[in-house]
C-alpha cells in the first residue's frame, strides 16, 4: 500500500469537486515564478513550489536542491522510484488536514502555496529522444483497411512486434502552444505530378506517452518485469499527422515531414504510482508473444480519454471518448522491446502509445478513422463538417482514471491551429 494512494485522505488545500488534482494524484511539473523554474506538484488549483518547500526542511534532508531548482523534473525523477514514491508521501503527509506543520506556517504557505493562474507553467521534461508506438490493434486495422486490403488490414509482424519508429524530439511542446499549419509534398490519387503547399488533411491523434527515470547502458537489455522500474508516469500526448503528405512519403521508410512539425503533450506528469488503483488487464495476445515480451500482471490502465473540437463558430464539441486500457501492447512490452537489441534508454525520454482507438466509432482516436478519410464528415453545431482540421480549429484532449473513491487526472492539452505561413 502507497500512503499516498489512500483514498481516505483530504487535505486541507481546497479541492474542487471532480477536481483532476486531489491528494490523492500530486503530479510533477515546472513553474516559472520571478524568472525561476522550479519543480512543483499540482493540488486542485493550486501549485506547490518545491524548491521553496524543500529550502525549509520540511521535505526531510534527503532530497538535494539543485532538483528542485531546474528547468526540468529530469535531475529529480532521476533519484529513480523509490525516491519519487518517498518524496509524494511527504508531500502528502504535508497536505494532509491531520497535519500542520505547513498548514499552520503562514508565511511558508504563502511562499510555496500559488494559485496556478498566477504562475506560468513550463514544458515539465527535457526529451532527449522521442519514440512513437502503433499499439492500437483497432487503430492499425482501421488504417489497414482504408490504405491496405481489408480483408488483411494487420501486416504479418503487427501482433508480434510493438512496432515503433523514431520520432522528432525538439517539435514536441506544451499545451497551449498553437501549431502552424505544415507544407509538404501532395500527391492525390489522380495527380500527375506532386506540388508543395500547405497540408490539406490535418489530424490530431489521441494518444499517451511514458516518461522514463532509468538509463541503462548501450549494449544492455531491460528484462520485462523490471521494465516498471524505468517508467516515471505519463502525460497526454497529440501526435499532430499530416494524412496527405503522409501518403506521399511513407514508403518505403515510414512518416517524416508529416510527423515532424510538432506534438503537444500535457503539463503535469502523473506517476505510476499514482494510478495504481486503475490498473487492469489488456486484451487478450494471440499468439503468445515470445518469452521476452511475455509478462505477468496488469500493466494497462483505465483511463479515460477524451477529445474536444473548439472553433471560433460553436462552443466545444466532444467528439471521442476513448480509454488507454484498449492498448493491445503495453508499455513495458514497448519499452522492453526498444532496448531489446540493446538499444540505451535515457532519464526523460518519451515514449508515445501511437493512436488509442476502441471497438467503436466514438472511441476512435484520429479524424482519419472517425470521417473515414474524409467519406463520412462529422457535422458541426453551426452546420459546418468537418472531414479533417481546419485553420483556428482547437483540439482539446483530456484523460483520466476515476472510480468510487477517486479521481486521478491529467489536465488536458489544448492546442490551435494557425494558417501556414
Known amino acids: 500500500m502507497i500512503r499516498a494512494n489512500d483514498p481516505g ?8 469537486e471532480n477536481s483532476d488534482f486531489p491528494i490523492q494524484n500530486l503530479p510533477l511539473g515546472v513553474i516559472k515564478v520571478n524568472d525561476e523554474h522550479h519543480v ?11 524548491a521553496v518547500l524543500n529550502r525549509s526542511g520540511l521535505l526531510g534532508v534527503d532530497f538535494v536542491q539543485r532538483v ?28 494532509d488536514t491531520n497535519h500542520s506543520e505547513l498548514a499552520s506556517d503562514e508565511d511558508l504557505r504563502n511562499r510555496c502555496l500559488l494559485p496556478v493562474k498566477s504562475v506560468e507553467i513550463c514544458m515539465p521534461v527535457k526529451v532527449g529522444n522521442y519514440t512513437d508506438f502503433y499499439s492500437s490493434k483497432e487503430h492499425a486495422t482501421n488504417v489497414g483497411t482504408m490504405f491496405r486490403d481489408p480483408e488483411n488490414a494487420l501486416l504479418p509482424n503487427w501482433k508480434h512486434i510493438p512496432i515503433g519508429y523514431h520520432g522528432r524530439a525538439s517539435s514536441i511542446v506544451l499545451s497551449g502552444v498553437s501549431v502552424k ?55 497526454i500526448f497529440n501526435d499532430w499527422s499530416a494524412r496527405d503528405i503522409q501518403s506521399w512519403e511513407y514508403v518505403p521508410l515510414g512518416p517524416f515531414l508529416a510527423k515532424n512539425f ?25 499468439p503468445t508473444p515470445l518469452p521476452y515480451l511475455k509478462f505477468t500482471g ?51 525520454d518519451m515514449y508515445a502509445s501511437g493512436t488509442i482507438s476502441g471497438p467503436i466509432k466514438d472511441s476512435f482516436g484520429s479524424m482519419l478513422e472517425l470521417t473515414w478519410r474524409g467519406s463520412d464528415p462529422i457535422k458541426m453545431p453551426d452546420g459546418s463538417e468537418r472531414k479533417f482540421i481546419e485553420d483556428r480549429d482547437t483540439i482539446i484532449m483530456r484523460a ?8 486521478i487526472g491529467f489536465g488536458e492539452v489544448t492546442t490551435q491551429i494557425l494558417p501556414a505561413d
Open 40 to 50: 512543483a506538484t499540482r493540488i486542485g488549483d493550486y501549485v506547490l513550489d518545491l
Open 181 to 235: 499549419r505544415p507544407k509538404g509534398q501532395l500527391k492525390g490519387k489522380d495527380d500527375p505530378a506532386p506540388v508543395f503547399g500547405p497540408t490539406k488533411q490535418l489530424d490530431f491523434e489521441l494518444e499517451m506517452a511514458f516518461v522514463t527515470c532509468k538509463s541503462n547502458p548501450l549494449g544492455s537489455t531491460i528484462n520485462i518485469n523490471e521494465a516498471e522500474e524505468y517508467i516515471f508516469g505519463m502525460v
Open 262 to 286: 510538432a506534438s503537444s503533450i500535457s503539463a503535469w506528469v502523473v506517476s505510476l504510482d499514482a494510478l495504481k488503483p486503475f490498473r487492469v488487464d489488456g486484451p487478450v495476445q494471440d
Open 9 to 16: 485522505l483530504k487535505s486541507w488545500v481546497p479541492v474542487p
Open 68 to 95: 528542485f531548482e531546474s528547468e526540468y523534473i529530469n535531475d529529480c525523477i532521476a533519484l529513480g522510484k523509490g525516491m519519487m514514491r518517498d518524496l509524494r508521501n511527504k508531500i502528502s503527509r504535508l497536505l
Open 400 to 407: 483520466f482514471a476515476q472510480n468510487n473513491d477517486v479521481r
Open 298 to 348: 496488469s500493466h494497462n490502465y483505465d483511463i479515460q480519454l477524451e477529445v474536444y473540437l473548439d472553433s471560433p463558430m460553436f462552443i466545444p464539441q466532444r467528439i471521442v471518448h476513448s480509454n488507454h486500457k484498449y492498448l493491445y501492447w503495453n508499455m513495458c512490452q514497448q519499452l522492453t522491446h526498444h532496448a531489446s537489441n540493446g538499444c540505451n534508454i535515457e532519464v526523460g
